[in-house]
Nanobody, 115 residues
Framework: QVQLVESGGGLVQPGGSLRLSCAAS????????MGWYRQAPGKQRELVAV???????DYADSVKGRFTISRDNAKNTVYLQMNSLKPEDTAVYYC?????????WGQGTQVTVSS
C-alpha cells in the first residue's frame, strides 16, 4: 500500500510564491515517476510537472519558467516551487506516483491566487 500526503497549499497574492510538498510512504520502488497535476473548477485535471527517479523533468507550457519540480529520493518526497503565481494557477493540486503499472494519487491541496 502506498500513501501520498501533500502539504503547502494556501492563499497567495498574484506574483507570490508557494512551495508544495508530497511525501510518499509504503512500498516505494526505486524506479518511479512523481508529478503534480491540478484541477480548476469546471475543468479537467491537467499535468503541471513530472520528475523521474533519475531526475528527468517535464512541465506544462503554462508553468515553464515559473514552477520548478524537484525530489528527495531518500525521503520519497517531491516538491513543487511555484513562483510568479497567477490567478489562473488557482486549482486543487494533486500529487501522483507512478511505479510499474501502479498509479497513486494524493488527496489534493488547494492553491488560491487572489488579491
Amino acid at each position: 500500500q502506498v500513501q501520498l500526503v501533500e502539504s503547502g497549499g494556501g492563499l497567495v497574492q498574484p506574483g507570490g510564491s508557494l512551495r508544495l510538498s508530497c511525501a510518499a510512504s509504503g512500498s516505494i520502488f526505486s524506479i518511479n515517476a512523481m508529478g503534480w497535476y491540478r484541477q480548476a473548477p469546471g475543468k479537467q485535471r491537467e499535468l503541471v510537472a513530472v520528475i523521474t527517479s533519475g531526475g528527468s523533468t517535464d512541465y506544462a507550457d503554462s508553468v515553464k519558467g515559473r514552477f520548478t519540480i524537484s525530489r528527495d529520493n531518500a525521503k520519497n518526497t517531491v516538491y513543487l516551487q511555484m513562483n510568479s503565481l497567477k490567478p489562473e494557477d488557482t486549482a486543487v493540486y494533486y500529487c501522483r506516483l507512478v511505479q510499474s503499472t501502479y498509479r497513486y494519487w494524493g488527496q489534493g491541496t488547494q492553491v488560491t491566487v487572489s488579491s
